[in-house]
């Protein structure tokens, strides 16, 4: 079975400061990893994803993911937080599949960009 | 672009009532997933369809349904509501492929008093 942990519930950063969100997963196989990120009572929103290929992934509104396999780690960054950042992130992984596996999400880190 | 479309986007149901969620996948994505988020947390699996047909099985209660229309719209049914069935649904849509984007509606939610 696949799993992801979000080891921090709550992440606190200044405005203009670089900001990293952690994710570790557990799969068998190789992973495909997901950032989402949700606005208050709004969906979910597509960040990024890792599949293959680079281990430095570019997604959405600056935010970029590193793929460290030794480390089963896909951690999220930002060089320059802004406050409309603020939110709440998921990270999820597939587990490898020719078909439709669901995505298993993390619990969450919530992120305050300070001004 | 189009999104994925859910409705009701808001819902309140007494206890032991029955409730129904639509979801209309982007088009010509060919799975739907359905998830459920409670207050304060993660959003858990129910189940998805592939080409009509289930193809996994989350924790979806045995009082809950769910189906996928030739349209490719999906509903889930859900009955004898319990207050812990209190939660934000989400359905997303996909093309088959575990490396593919999965995409979420806004979601609804379903208040049961």
């Known amino acids: 079975a696949q799993s992801v942990a979000q080891p921090e519930d709550q992440v606190n950063v200044a405005e203009g400061n670089p900001l990293t969100v952690k994710c570790t997963y557990s799969?068998?196989?190789?992973?495909?990893l997901f950032w989402y990120v949700q606005y208050p009572n709004r969906g979910l929103q597509f960040l990024l994803k890792y599949i293959t290929g680079d281990n430095l992934v570019k997604g959405s509104y600056g935010f970029e993911a590193e793929f460290n396999k030794s480390q089963t780690s896909f951690h999220l960054k930002k060089p320059s937080a802004l406050v409309s950042d603020s939110a709440l992130y998921f990270c999820a992984v597939r587990r490898w599949n020719s078909g439709n596996t669901p995505l298993v999400f993390g619990k969450g880190t919530r992120l305050s960009v300070i001004a | 672009a189009a999104g994925v479309i859910q409705s009701p986007r808001h819902l309140i149901k007494e206890k032991r009532e029955t409730a129904t969620l639509k979801c209309y996948p982007i088009p010509r994505h060919d799975t739907v997933y359905w998830y459920q988020q409670g207050p304060g947390q993660d959003p858990q699996f129910l189940i998805s369809f592939y080409e009509k047909m289930q193809s996994d099985k989350g924790s979806i209660p045995d009082r809950f349904s769910a189906q996928q229309f030739s349209d490719y719209h999906s509903e889930l049914n859900m009955s004898s509501l319990e207050l812990g069935d209190s939660a934000l649904y989400f359905c997303a849509s996909s093309l088959r492929g575990s490396g593919n984007t999965i995409y979420f509606g806004e979601g609804s939610w379903l208040t049961v008093v």
């Open positions: 799969v068998s196989g190789n992973p495909y």
